[in-house]
Each structure stands twice: as C-alpha cells, then as structure tokens.
C-alpha cells in the first residue's frame, strides 16, 4: 500500500484550527484532515478503522487538534510543548507534555522518549503524524524552549526511529518557525527532511524486498 511508507508536506501542520474556527496562523487543521481522509481510504480498502497516532513536537501546544479529536478513541493526540507559549488556554490532548522555559536537549529527549513510551503503551497506532515544527530551537523568536541544532535534529531521530521500528508509516509536516535569522530556521527544517529522507531510503528497501 502506498501510504505505508514515509512522506510529508512541506508547509502545514496547522496545528491551531478547530474544526468550526481558525486560531493562530492556522486556517483549516490539515493534520485533522489528514488523519480524516487516511482513515476513510483504509476504510474503503479494508473495512477498518485505521488508528492514528499524532505526534505534536511544535514549540506550541496542539489545541485545535486536540479539540478536534477529543472524543475520538481512533485519534491518540500527543502534543510536547513549551507550557508558557501559546495557546494560553490549551485543550487537553490525550497527552500533554509541556515543558519549563529554557528546556535544553537532555530532559527534552528524556520527556520525548517517555512520551513515546506512554504513547504505546495506551494506544497502538497505524499511522503516525508528525508534526515537526523547528520552533523549539534555541534561535527561535517566540519559543520558549533552547534546543540545540544537533537537539533538533535528535528529536527527529528518534520519532522517525521509533515509528521505522515499529514499521508505523509517517506523514511529516512543518508547523511553525520563526527564527531571528531565518536560515536558522531553514536549516532547522533541511534536517529534518534530510533525517526523514534517510527513514524513507529504508523503507524502500524494505519494501522491495517483496515484504
Ligand atoms: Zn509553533
């Protein structure tokens, strides 16, 4: 099946929207939408409810989604953000993790790996969405979190691994950025796919194995 594999968008992740309202830069929710349309293919094409697990790692918590899919046992929302950022009212994901100021590379990976850790053991996904927003880097004007660009980059890791260990398909997508310098931003981003880009090498390989 073609969409167990690894691709992405690269804009989106509006993360913000609620389905009967915009919020925060973010129009239509293109990850609800996402996960909408994957689970009425599976449905057309196996007669299941396909199981989607989003992994919201933008600087910003993930309320529109999370209000979106509050009673949805077919949607697990994660969202790890900084506690102090935007938005100040937040929706309850089905798990939050929100971070203290200044949160550096260490216990962010440590609350990552937890997170994961939590993730599975309360829910067993199809289909991963990863939202990837570079704002928790250290040169970002409105996150509240100092990421490293090496962190970053570690932090992709280890969703993209995770997921590739449990052969769970991945859809990235953006989110935000708002680096001082803009390259900074870019260069946030370039990493990411460049990380994604090698997961989506070993799923072609697996793949042509005839699996
Ligand atoms: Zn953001």
Redesign the pocket.
Known sequence: MPWRRCGGNLAGGTHHAYAHKGGGFCVFNDIAVTARLMQAEAWRHQRQTLKVAVVDL???QGNGTAHVFAKDPSVFTLSMHGEKNFPFRKEPSDLDVGLPDGCTDEPYLAALHQALQTLQDRFDPQLVIYLA?A?PHEGDR?GRLKLTMDGMQARDRVVLDWAWQRRLPVVLCM??GYGHDIETTVQVQMQTWDVALGYWRLWQGWHNRGR
Do not use: S
Request: aromatic share 0%.
């Open positions: 933008d600087v910003h927003g704002d409105l989110g935000g």
